[in-house]
């Protein structure tokens, strides 16, 4: 009797043990379901963000070829004034941001123009941005990176080639008449498209050189 007592004792307890083991591994494969199903719902969301901006930016940089801008006044990083045409005088690639633009979508464009201009020469790239006050500028410039040796000049003005979505950063060619050219708006979610266009730049202006030569 006593045998019998014990052995179902001993099962109760392995049943229960069971039990509670199989409540916790289910419990387990329920919320690692749900943790996946909530970063595939997250991932196909920030894939949606993705094609709808470069949705916009597509129209957007189609809107703008061919726009004239005005001759903006520009200040130089001692402070004294010039015009948009003075700086735009030859071939050169221009770089327009705000100081209200997205930071990780313009600084690592930055990065890569003094690589481009290491290639190409520094003196066919031209970086504006927009600073109310001269103050703020100066604290952009304090922040660049040692090595950086770009053209760069302030503008107090916003460039208003858009009704709307003027804060976003601009890399183009401007005409004579300062007509908008070959424009790539650079944003952190067309990172391969913006490097492909560098990759064009680079080889339109070395192109231009090899026929200058020749």
Request: proline share 1%; with cysteine.
């Amino acid at each position: 009797m006593k045998r019998q007592i014990v052995f179902l004792t001993t099962l109760s307890f392995a049943l229960i043990i069971y039990l509670v083991y199989d409540v916790h591994s289910k419990r387990i494969i329920i919320e690692n379901y749900k943790n996946q199903n909530e970063e595939l719902q997250n991932l196909n969301a920030e894939q949606s963000y993705v094609l709808e901006n470069i949705t916009i930016l597509s129209k957007l940089q189609h809107f703008a070829e061919g726009h004239n801008l005005e001759n903006y006044t520009l200040y130089t990083t001692d402070g004294d004034s010039c015009e948009l045409k003075d700086v735009c005088k030859g071939e050169k690639l221009i770089y327009y941001f705000s100081e209200q633009g997205c930071q990780v979508c313009y600084q690592p464009f930055l990065k890569k123009l003094v690589e481009l201009s290491k290639k190409i020469g520094k003196e066919h790239i031209v970086v504006i941005g927009k600073f109310e006050e001269r103050r703020s500028f100066k604290l952009f410039l304090q922040d660049l990176t040692s090595n950086n040796d770009l053209t760069i000049y302030q503008t107090k003005t916003e460039f208003n080639i858009y009704p709307e979505y003027n804060e976003y950063a601009l890399a183009f060619q401007v005409t004579k008449d300062l007509a908008i050219n070959n424009i790539c708006i650079t944003d952190k979610s067309n990172t391969e498209l913006s490097a492909d266009y560098l990759k064009l730049i680079e080889k339109k202006f070395n192109n231009s050189t090899s026929s200058q030569v020749e």
